[in-house]
């Protein structure tokens, strides 16, 4: 592997952006809804939200306005976006520090609506924060009560844009809780009994790992390689990869072109674009000019470095794949979902798969009085939160293996 192709090659196998044709192809599309139009985008100064909102602020909307907690990811958007070539190309181009289920985001979007386009970004999206009670029932807030409480003041301020809330590939078939609650997200966006009265176009995507993203498995080895440390994956585990641009692409596409209700994933094929996960990290450190030194025992590997760098090798831990959530594989079709042509050649779509009428709205009363106070200790517990979960995918109860490993406990 030659240095001149770009770091993501080493996850994605790809020199050139897989989704380059579709937005070639949708760009009338794009422009004639964005140009001019107002879009705010929440949860976006993270690695997809920002990409997405690159590929946006092309088109000139109007009015670009940014929420998100991470102060720090939200002076970085500001100054790539004010280093473009050519200057920042929208006039209105606003970031603010908020958690988008707070009163202050309230009184934000009463005070600065009407927007045409919604994005929302804002998510607990690791495997690795099921890891107890009290990370899982701040997963539940951010991805359903928070999502929820959201559509509400859009009904509020009469929205009748385009909505779009990223999904992930973990919510199809789910085995974990953070798979789960992106799947129950998904039943919160698109059922009547939560958007009723919302005169909207909702949609979804679900996509693959994004190689290099913030808080990645091969953004560790990257600050791993640079710290002289040993690099480390889960064994004989497989996932499916885009690249940054290629994700803020997907979500730009999903948002402002996808048909209402439905969910777009990539047409990526599995016998082709399932990677080992061992198969990258070897391929990332080839990339650096080493050759993987495969090790089993963590004690053993930590003082492995120097010795094999000596020898143009560089230590990878293999871990075995049994932590709480985790599976072997991804995948983007659920059972019983059915596939949607969306006229892009590297895209396609799902038709929402509707739960019984009820079951949402009992879920958001169940959870909500989780948040009221009163709750004993012990009251709460992670089995109670599945079994919530359970009355939207009841698949899920024998899907999810609660093993009492978690992610925190490997290298």
Same mark, same amino acid.
């Given at each position: ?41 929440? $949860? ?66 009463? %005070?600065? $609506? ?17 890891k107890d009670m009290y990370s899982t029932l701040q997963m539940f807030d951010t991805n359903l009560t928070k999502q929820a409480r959201l559509i509400h003041w859009m009904k509020e301020m009469g929205f009748k844009g385009r909505y779009f809330s990223v999904s992930t590939d973990k919510a ?24 009723? $009265? ?23 080895? %990257? ?5 002289? %440390? ?52 070897? /391929? ?46 991804? %995948? ?10 969306? $006229? ?23 959870? /909500? ?28 109860? /024998? ?13």
């Open positions: 592997m030659t240095q001149t192709k770009p770091i993501s090659y080493v996850a994605t196998h790809r020199e050139n952006r897989m989704f380059d044709p579709d937005i070639a192809g949708a760009d009338a599309v794009l422009n004639e809804r964005v140009r001019g139009k107002r879009i705010l985008a929440i $949860g976006a100064a993270g690695s997809i939200g920002s990409n997405t909102v690159t590929v946006l602020a092309n088109y000139v909307p109007a009015s670009l306005h940014v929420i998100d907690q991470n102060e720090n990811a939200l002076a970085d958007l500001v100054r790539n976006f004010r280093s473009r070539p050519g200057g920042m190309p929208v006039e209105d181009f606003r970031t603010l520090p908020l958690d988008y289920g707070s009163e202050a985001m309230h009184l934000f979007m009463q %005070e600065n $609506g009407p927007y045409d386009i919604i994005l929302n970004f804002a998510a607990i999206k690791h495997v690795r924060s099921e199809a078939n789910p085995t974990s809780m953070m798979g789960a609650t992106k799947r129950c997200m998904e039943h919160v966006m698109f059922s009547t009994a939560i958007s009723d $009265g919302l005169e909207a176009t909702i949609t979804s995507a679900r996509f693959a790992n994004v190689a290099f993203s913030n808080g990645s498995l091969l953004q560790a080895f %990257e600050q791993r390689l640079a710290r002289g %440390e040993p690099l480390s994956a889960p064994d004989q585990c497989r996932r499916y990869f885009v690249s940054l641009e290629e994700s803020g692409q997907i979500c730009a596409l999903a948002s402002v072109c996808a048909p209402d209700r439905s969910i777009v994933i990539p047409k990526l094929d599995p016998q082709e674009h399932l990677i080992l996960l061992e198969d990258v990290a070897r /391929d990332f450190l080839a990339h650096h000019g080493y050759e993987a030194a495969i090790y089993n025992d963590e004690v053993a590997v930590l003082t492995a470095v120097e010795a094999e760098k000596a020898k143009g090798r560089w230590p990878l831990l293999l871990t075995p794949l049994n932590t709480s959530g985790e599976k072997p594989y991804e %995948e983007f079709i659920a059972k019983g979902e059915k596939l949607l042509d969306i $006229g892009l050649p590297n895209l396609q779509a799902l038709e929402y798969l509707p739960t019984p009428h009820g079951c949402v709205a009992d879920m958001i009363a169940q959870i /909500d009085t989780l948040f009221v106070g009163g709750n004993k200790p012990g009251q709460i517990t992670k089995e109670s939160l599945k079994e919530i979960i359970g009355q939207l995918e009841p698949g899920f109860l /024998d899907s999810h293996r609660e093993t009492g490993e978690n992610l925190d406990q490997r290298l």
